[in-house]
């Protein structure tokens, strides 16, 4: 089973980012894992309004997207502040 992660500040990606001159690229690939995340937003819910996916099934997945890309939010501003 996967090892539970405290904080983003433990992620190993974070810490090279915040180590390297790579910032920018780094709030850039962030930045693009955003859209992804709402183009899968945007296809749970086209699954749910056509029937291909019941509320039930969406529901959970529409939370999950919200969660990760509050997350997301976070890490890109945390990043941008320093």
Known sequence: MAEKTGS?????VWQQAMDR???GSYQQF?????GSLKE????LLIAERTGIAP???AAPLLASTESVGKL????IRKLSAD
């Open 21 to 23: 001159e790579v910032r």
């Open 30 to 34: 962030l930045r693009i894992a955003q």
């Open 55 to 57: 509320n039930a099934t």
């Open 8 to 12: 983003y500040k433990d992620l190993i």
């Open 72 to 75: 997301l939010r976070l890490l």
């Open 40 to 43: 899968l937003e945007t296809q």
